[in-house]
């Protein structure tokens, strides 16, 4: 079975722009987490979707939203990128809104100029 | 407020000893869980071994093991025999309620990275 996908691997963006990363879950997993990864730093939560509704939020600002689709991948959007938005964009999956093992794909690596 | 702390940033073991990284953790719930997560360079999170705050053994996956001390609130990570292909972030995490509860949200530590030696 495919593990969890990211798409791109990498960006570069500019102030201002906005940008979308994608997330597909692993098949039959119905929860999607984001987790934002600041270069030196463990990853910080940013949210939760399952079932296609938002199950958490991390303390980010309102430039970041999130959705999840009906067969549970997801999108996780941020607009007027700042410089401090540039690190690894990490997206987890599990099979419950609330499990032991939640998996990681290999992360979008944003980078804003 | 929730916190994990890891107190090593960096690791140096030989090939084929043992090393223990340390996490502590603070919450007011009596019910989490705690993670271990390994970061290599190339950047994706590899789940390495849960323990639930009521699980009464210690966890273990293979060469990890999870020292669980509830009473001093610390979850430290010890790897038998270790490899080259040990070299990595060493991330510790804490999920607060049970398994079914209504999220999954991770505290991560600020990482330990482990160099092993030849």
């Known amino acids: 079975d495919a593990g969890v996908t990211q798409s791109p691997t990498h960006l570069i963006k500019t102030r201002g722009q906005h940008v979308t990363l994608r997330c597909s879950p692993i098949?039959?997993?119905?929860?999607v987490s984001w987790y934002q990864q600041v270069l030196g730093q463990g990853p910080q939560f940013i949210f939760q979707?399952?079932?296609?509704?938002?199950?958490g939020r991390g303390n980010f600002p309102d430039r970041f939203s999130a959705r999840q689709f009906p067969n549970y991948s997801s999108e996780l959007n941020v607009n007027a990128l700042l410089l401090g938005d540039s690190a690894l964009y990490l997206c987890?999956?599990?099979?419950?809104?609330?499990?032991?093992?939640?998996?990681f794909g290999p992360g979008t690596r944003l980078t804003v100029l | 407020a929730q916190k994990i702390t890891q107190t090593q940033p960096g690791m140096f073991v030989q090939e084929k000893e043992a090393v223990t990284l340390d996490c502590t953790y603070d919450?007011?719930?009596?019910?989490?869980?705690l993670f271990w997560y390994k970061q290599p360079s190339s950047g994706e999170m590899i789940f390495l071994i849960y323990?639930?705050?009521?699980?009464?053994q210690n966890a273990t996956e293979g060469r990890y093991s999870l020292n669980f001390q509830k009473a001093r609130k610390s979850a430290n990570l010890v790897i038998s025999a270790s490899q080259l292909g040990d070299s990595a972030m060493y991330f510790c995490?804490?999920?607060?309620?049970?398994?079914?509860?209504?999220?999954?949200?991770?505290?991560f530590g600020t990482g330990t990275l482990l160099a092993v030696q030849p």
């Open positions: 987890a999956s599990s099979r419950q809104s609330s499990y032991n093992e939640q998996f």
């Open positions: 098949s039959g997993h119905k929860s």
């Open positions: 979707y399952y079932e296609k509704e938002e199950r």
């Open positions: 919450t007011s719930d009596q019910s989490y869980g």
């Open positions: 323990q639930g705050s009521y699980d009464e």
């Open positions: 995490a804490m999920r607060e309620g049970r398994d079914g509860g209504a999220t999954n949200k991770l505290i």
